[in-house]
């Protein structure tokens, strides 16, 4: 029995739903549109994609995708699992892509087609090793063994000189935190370029090392050219830094399995434009597929957005997004989910009782920069909501304990039961 | 004053127009979801991203997006453009797309956010370099000065043997194609890797070469990791081959500047996974916007789909995209659009009429290996539907003078007028 991979689709089709099926299998394996000599009998059994199951599910209100074929009234929803034999592309996550993620997301026979999970055999974790850090490493570079890791984003995003950055980064320093993190909009331009933040920020870092025994871990923007993103890496771990920070999608999954080939720190993976691909429930990527390359890739950290957050997602999708980074694949051990977004002290008891562990990054931007009392009260604020919600306490004991959080409930309104 | 992006949105929103339009270029520069300490009105002035218009636009009947708020029976849709500092990223495409295609996706002030076009100062074509063939180059290389290139895809798409595919390549040879492509199923796996595949058919085409003065281009898709593509490039070429392919979402459009930093033969680009991006009217990109990355990045061929495709694009939006692909930038020279997808000699005439050039690959796979009368029939139904479109015959005019055109329709059906 040779290795295949399943991918699992919900699709929408105003066919009947087994031709639907076919039309996607033939497509993204043996067939085109029309038959053709040497698509032979043999050909077909070998490298055909086989349909494993298909099963209608609830249609929802969503109107169909453009340029889909007949009466859009007469759609029908199913969950389809498709089989590939590992054989048509090899444990290759670019040409894995082509199979399962590729022209199938055109074809007008399907009013809606996403690719929800994929099963992937051990060859892809031989091949791509994934994350050399996760959960142990970060915990050990940044010298926090228990409790939730509490960081913040630099802000403003973009448009601190080197030197005002060095200046958050002592106070956010001295305020305690663990981790700190370049926003993804500051990459290497002019005004900020990455050895100029690198030159300003860690002499800081390292002062406070010096002093407290523990050094926070700083992620860099690596991400840019393909060939830039060696000599960004050495620049940073030259400069003594921990961790370096890659857009994923910016620089494609192929460009974080590439940086994990030489990444001497963890990658902390940014998830930027993956709403392009994932926001509609009828076109492209679940976060549980994707997050499945990415890690294999060498995601060390992995966005996941936090509860109550600014943007489009539920609480029920952060939280499988949670459960789905910390779930240990075949060869493939957890990524730390990084909770961002809208979070501040306030979110720590409804996020710990749903999760059910601090093996996490909550990054809090301004939650800590804008607290009332300042950055240093911002992450007393968070570090005290999320012991208090470890130790199993109710928001009023931790509100009651914590000046800190109190303060932040004057800006943020009252904390999440 | 300095040099800045323009970025141009289909959006939809419940809020009033102007206030989505600030939350979008907030988030997307210096603001968070609170005012924060040194966010000052001199970083703002210098790094804000800037409103430059704001159109309404009729609705259409599309749902919303999930997770937007407010009423949906409430929306408006516009047209907005924004303009970004090229300070704040600098020519770097990858970071570039982290301020206009990056988090904003995920807004959910927006039920809808579609980025549909991007007006780049000369300093990214000066980074990049763009396509280094284009037009004149491939049709040098493919030996046809004039009227169109007339190309096919391997049939089946996966499955088999070298040898097989030896006999393929062969047939079409004989059949006079300009051009050959790998399936974009067709990557590096164990059945048929790329070096067996052109260690099979490159002593096919020398042979056609020393026999005609011509050799058919063949595109070997040479997609995989990062690390890989090199020496994939130099394989094809140390072989001879003229052309390599590369699936540009699989790679990322980083891993696709990568590759033109080293390739010394025209890059096919191929646009698996598209779909995912753009196939929503609300979500995603636009080809028109996503092109220009590509062709920056350095697509000599770009993927257009042809009229009457197999896919959901519509023919307006499929002449849109090779009007798109054909229109010189800042710097930057035509891709060749590449028309493939249920392609055959029967479109020949309408397709002209619409795009006026003959500066195309024209692919046709079932189109060509279908052919009642085989491969050789098939080519000359395409070349001589072409050849006639472009004296500016009827389609019956070409019916009567090519008997291969004619028996093309016993399977494809009447031409279109």
């Not at 570079?141 to 002592?170: C, F, H, N």
């Not at 993976?269 to 994932?278: E, K, T, V």
């Amino acid at each position: 029995m040779t290795d295949h991979v399943t991918a699992s689709y919900v699709i929408e089709t105003s066919l009947p739903l087994e031709r639907a099926a076919e039309v996607l299998a033939g497509e993204q394996s043996t067939g085109t549109f029309v038959r053709v000599e040497r698509e032979s009998g043999a050909v077909r059994a070998r490298f055909a994609a086989q349909v494993e199951s298909l099963e209608e599910i609830p249609m929802t209100d969503a109107s169909a995708l453009p340029g889909s074929v007949g009466d859009p009234a007469l759609r029908r929803r199913a969950l389809l699992r498709l089989r590939f034999p590992l054989d048509n592309f090899g444990p290759s996550i670019p040409n894995l892509q082509a199979a399962v993620a590729g022209n199938l997301f055109e074809i007008k026979e399907l009013a809606a087609i996403k690719l929800v999970d994929l099963d992937l055999p051990v060859a892809f974790a031989e091949r791509y090793g994934g994350p050399r850090f996760g959960v142990a490493g970060t915990r050990t570079l940044v010298g926090r063994e228990q409790g939730a890791m509490i960081g913040t984003i630099v802000k403003p995003s973009i448009g601190l000189s080197p030197e005002q950055l060095a200046e958050v980064v002592d106070e956010l320093a001295r305020a305690g935190v663990d981790f700190i993190k370049d926003d993804e909009l500051q990459g290497n331009g002019p005004s900020a370029p990455l050895a100029a933040r690198v030159a300003a920020v860690m002499p800081v870092l390292k002062r406070h090392a010096d002093r407290t025994g523990r050094m926070p871990m700083y992620a860099f923007n690596i991400t840019d050219d393909i060939h830039l993103l060696e000599q960004n890496h050495d620049l940073v771990v030259s400069a003594g830094g921990t961790c370096v920070m890659v857009c994923i999608n910016m620089v494609g999954l192929a460009g974080l399995a590439h940086v994990n080939r030489f990444a001497r720190v963890p990658i902390h993976g940014h998830r930027a434009m993956f709403g392009a691909i994932s926001r509609s429930d009828q076109l492209g990527f679940s976060f549980r597929a994707w997050q499945k390359l990415a890690r294999l890739s060498g995601a060390d950290h992995l966005h996941t957005n936090g509860i109550s957050n600014k943007f489009y997602e539920s609480d029920a999708q952060v939280l499988d997004a949670i459960a789905a980074v910390r779930t240990p694949l075949d060869g493939i051990g957890a990524t730390v989910p990084v909770l961002s977004s809208g979070q501040w002290g306030g979110l720590a008891h409804a996020t710990y009782r749903a999760v059910g562990t601090t093996d996490l990054l909550v990054l809090a931007g301004g939650g800590i920069h804008g607290h009332p009392g300042g950055a240093a009260e911002g992450v007393a604020s968070m570090r005290d909501a999320w012991a208090s919600a470890e130790r199993g306490e109710s928001v009023d004991q931790a509100l009651a304990a914590s000046p800190a959080l109190r303060r932040a409930t004057e800006l943020f309104g009252p904390p999440r039961d």
